[in-house]
């Protein structure tokens, strides 16, 4: 009974990373905010049963939303957050945000399909 549980956690999971991968894709949810919460939870889902070259591909999808995670964590996401900047320093990483986006926002992208290619 114990391994059904495991299993169906896993398969939440994976079910939480393919839906946001397709928020991000359809413009629903914010890129950063979904390469912080596909980020999280990566390190959750349990891969060993998948061949060698999908695990290295999903590995290689996981790296760019851990980069981004940790390239913008001084970035405030989502209106709780920053609600308690000072706008002026809202509107300077506001600035920087959109320019690293306009970097890796290809990329991104990119990997969420690759991500709901896999995972589906």
């Known amino acids: 009974m114990q391994n059904y549980n495991i299993s169906e956690q896993?398969?939440?999971?994976?079910?939480?990373?393919?839906?946001?991968?397709?928020?991000m894709i359809e413009n629903k949810i914010d890129l950063i905010e979904g390469c912080r919460t596909i980020n999280r939870l990566q390190y959750k889902?349990?891969?060993s049963d998948k061949p060698l070259n999908i695990r290295d591909d999903l590995n290689d999808a996981f790296l760019t939303f851990k980069g981004v995670a940790s390239e913008t964590?001084?970035?405030p996401i989502g209106e709780a957050m920053r609600n308690t900047w000072h706008p002026d320093s809202l509107a300077r990483l506001d600035i920087e945000k959109e320019e690293?986006?306009?970097?890796?926002?290809d990329r991104i992208l990119d990997d969420c399909r690759q991500i709901i290619d896999i995972l589906l």
């Open 73 to 75: 964590d001084d970035i």
């Open 100 to 105: 690293y986006l306009a970097k890796v926002k």
């Open 45 to 47: 889902l349990d891969i």
């Open 10 to 23: 896993l398969n939440q999971i994976k079910y939480e990373i393919i839906e946001t991968a397709k928020k």
